[in-house]
């Protein structure tokens, strides 16, 4: 996959599955209700050890967004990744190292890596061959609430230079993503804002005017 394929389909509304124990069928509606409201990527993201539950769950999202023509990554779980056939994985600090993953991975699998409040690591991961990097915590989040915060800047910088997608996330909200998608965020990564809206089809479609050009937005 080149550059430009790549940057073309990361670009919009980045969901990440909320930790639940409701069942893969309540979890696959969840995600189908985010797709439906224009959600562009989808990952899996659950840290409990029930390895049969998780596994239920990846193969259940990944035909739905099968369905959608959407990626779906996983959180953290090489291995899942690939017994599900998914798109891709998205590492953290403590994670198998993104050289390994690539090997372990199919072919042309995406692979984002979360570089918290550090250009360093973005770098970094982005000369290593990352898909895309991720910074956060923008604003407080009820999923970490301890997480470092990062800043407007961290995105500009990398628009500037880097040639890899950035994700914003932590605590992004309809109301405040407009202002990261314009330092430079290429997808916004939300949680409770969708997961624990609700209606989950109307909370994702409310992101849509943060990623809307200028000539769209005006009355």
Do not use: W
Not at 45 to 68: I, N, P, S
Not at 141 to 162: F, G, M, N, W, Y
């Amino acid at each position: 996959m080149n550059l430009s394929d790549t940057a073309a389909r990361l670009r919009g509304l980045y969901v990440i599955t909320p930790d639940s124990r409701a069942g893969s069928d309540a979890l696959a509606r969840a995600v189908r209700a985010a797709l439906h409201g224009g959600a562009r990527i989808v990952q899996y993201r659950d840290k409990g050890d029930d390895t049969a539950r998780r596994l239920d769950a990846a193969r259940v999202l990944r035909a739905v967004t099968r369905e959608f023509g959407v990626p779906l990554l996983v959180n953290d779980d090489v291995e899942l990744a690939a017994a599900v056939a998914a798109d891709g994985v998205h590492l953290g600090r403590d994670d198998t190292d993104l050289a390994s993953a690539r090997r372990r991975l199919r072919a042309g699998s995406l692979i984002g890596i979360s570089c918290y409040d550090r250009f360093a690591l973005a770098a970094q991961a982005a000369a290593a061959g990352a898909d895309y990097v991720a910074f956060g915590s923008f604003h407080a989040s009820p999923t970490k609430p301890q997480a470092v915060r990062a800043t407007p800047q961290l995105l500009q910088r990398a628009r500037r230079e880097l040639a890899v997608p950035t994700v914003a996330i932590g605590g992004i909200s309809p109301e405040n993503g407009a202002a990261l998608v314009a330092a430079g965020a290429d997808m916004l990564a939300v949680i409770s804002a969708v997961f624990a809206a609700p209606d989950v089809r109307a909370a994702a479609q409310a992101f849509a005017p943060c990623f809307a050009s200028p000539e769209e937005s005006r009355p």
